[in-house]
């Protein structure tokens, strides 16, 4: 490979840049030659776009509310990038909402956290998206959020903290009234299941 200049940078796809990096990051364990580097730029390359395709195209299918009771989707687990680090976090999320009108496929909620989460972002950031996202198509009485994840960036490097969990939540609606009562009954169902 040649050196790493302007043009190389222009005109190189990024299968070589990420090669080019590993090059001059570690060159004392990168044996391109190896047949278990081989593929390792466009295997990188594939998984980044496959954790960012957030764009995800599908209809959030939706049904005419027949009540107005509590509905809780519990443990949906999702993997997204940290953006400051492009390190993986993952964690499971749950989901409240109480229907005004409207009740939603509840196979859709999971593709609707996966498809929110293949981006880089941060936690804090996901959670309030999806929660708005949701109170956004569904408007119900209340969406409730809440998200734990490990960030393999805290855990893998730096403060190396192993086992340790980020809950992150957001409240709209009834969830977010001052006497809690929606609140409380979500938390409850989320900790009992």
Same mark, same amino acid.
């Given at each position: 490979m040649?050196?790493?200049?302007?043009?190389?940078?222009?005109?190189?796809?990024?299968e070589e840049l990420f090669d080019a990096l590993l090059r001059?990051?570690?060159?004392?364990?990168?044996?391109?030659?190896? !047949?278990?580097?081989?593929?390792?730029?466009? @295997? $990188? =390359?594939a998984m980044l776009?496959?954790?960012?395709?957030g764009t995800e195209n599908f209809h959030f299918t939706t049904f005419?509310?027949?009540?107005? !009771?509590?509905?809780?989707?519990?443990?949906? @687990? $999702? =993997?997204?990038?940290?953006?400051?680090?492009i390190a993986p976090f993952t964690g499971v999320c749950h989901i409240g909402y109480i229907p005004?009108?409207?009740?939603?496929g509840i196979s859709k909620f999971a593709r609707h956290v996966r498809a929110m989460a293949h981006t880089l972002t941060v936690q804090e950031d996901l959670t309030t998206n999806i929660a708005d996202s949701?109170?956004?198509?569904?408007?119900?009485?209340?969406?409730a959020v809440v998200m734990s994840a490990t960030h393999s960036c805290m855990s893998v490097r730096g403060a190396l903290a192993h086992?340790?969990?980020?809950?992150?939540?957001?409240?709209?609606?009834?969830?977010?009234?001052?006497?809690?009562?929606?609140?409380?009954?979500?938390?409850?169902?989320?900790?009992?299941?």
């Open positions: 040649s050196r790493i200049g302007p043009m190389f940078l222009a005109d190189a796809t990024p001059k990051t570690c060159p004392d364990v990168y044996e391109p030659s190896s !047949e278990h580097f081989a593929q390792t730029p466009r @295997r $990188f =390359v776009r496959e954790l960012t395709d005419g509310a027949n009540g107005h !009771e509590m509905v809780v989707i519990k443990d949906i @687990r $999702f =993997v997204s990038l940290c953006a400051h680090h005004e009108k409207l009740v939603a949701l109170d956004d198509i569904l408007d119900p009485k209340g969406v086992g340790t969990t980020t809950i992150t939540s957001a409240m709209r609606g009834v969830f977010s009234e001052h006497d809690r009562t929606a609140k409380l009954e979500f938390m409850e169902h989320i900790r009992n299941g």
